[in-house]
């Protein structure tokens, strides 16, 4: 079963922010919210990772709900360079590793 | 720090041949991971260790042979490739069990015929 839903893709300019959504209804209290990204070709990069309060770092924030059903990653003026997909993923730190499991993810195209 | 590093980046093999991909990372982390990805998917476990001389099975395991004898070293073997496992390997590492990244190698695109 699916722990998250992401849209499957979307564009956006570049210089302006890119706001990436995902919906993680049944999250558990243990359950961190991570954001990794996969340019074509490469290996998956880690952006940012949360547990309830809202995160930023240098290359993204994070914006998660207070009920924490879901979740929003912000790059704040993207670049062509974002151009990625990207996933977002739910996991508890107290499971076993098998447990970091990527989706499909959404596919975000930086258009000049 | 070169990070994680996995050779070779490409392979072609026969149906029926054997070999091992190679993963090393310099980081000193206990816990290391290999997955597969296929066209238009996401990233399935295929076997992960959480320190040198244990090894356990992720989410598609078959066909596939792990060791872990070094902190250093994870090598993935394909005992016997079939076209099905034509797919992109990558291997990643961390530092420990909680939350904390995972970092990845480059990837090495294998490729059955």
């Known amino acids: 079963d699916a722990k998250t839903t992401q849209p499957t893709s979307m564009d956006c300019a570049e210089g302006r922010a890119a706001n990436l959504p995902c919906n993680h209804s049944t999250i558990s209290g243990n359950e961190y919210v991570y954001w990794y990204r996969q340019i074509h070709s490469q290996g998956p990069q880690y952006i940012i990772h949360g547990l309830k309060n809202n995160e930023t770092n240098e290359m993204a924030s994070l914006i998660i709900t207070e009920d924490r059903k879901s979740s929003t990653l912000i790059l704040p003026h993207a670049t062509l360079r974002d151009t990625a997909v990207y996933y977002c993923?739910?996991?508890?730190?107290?499971?076993?590793?098998?447990?970091?499991?990527f989706g499909a993810g959404t596919q975000v195209v930086v258009t000049p | 720090n070169a990070g994680v590093t996995q050779t070779p980046k490409f392979q072609v093999l026969k149906t029926g041949q054997s070999m091992t991909l190679q993963c090393a990372q310099d980081m000193n982390h206990e816990y290391m991971s290999w997955y597969r990805q296929d066209p238009g998917m996401g990233l399935r476990l295929i076997h992960y260790s959480v320190g040198a001389g244990i090894t356990d099975q992720g989410e598609v395991p078959n066909g596939y042979n792990v060791s872990r004898s070094t902190t250093e070293d994870f090598p993935l073997r394909l005992l016997s490739a079939a076209p099905s496992q034509t797919s992109v390997y990558f291997c990643?590492?961390?530092?420990?069990?909680?939350?904390?990244?995972?970092?990845f190698g480059p990837g090495t695109r294998l490729t059955v015929l």
């Open positions: 993923i739910v996991r508890s730190i107290t499971d076993s590793w098998g447990k970091f499991q």
């Open positions: 990643a590492s961390r530092v420990g069990p909680g939350a904390n990244t995972q970092y």
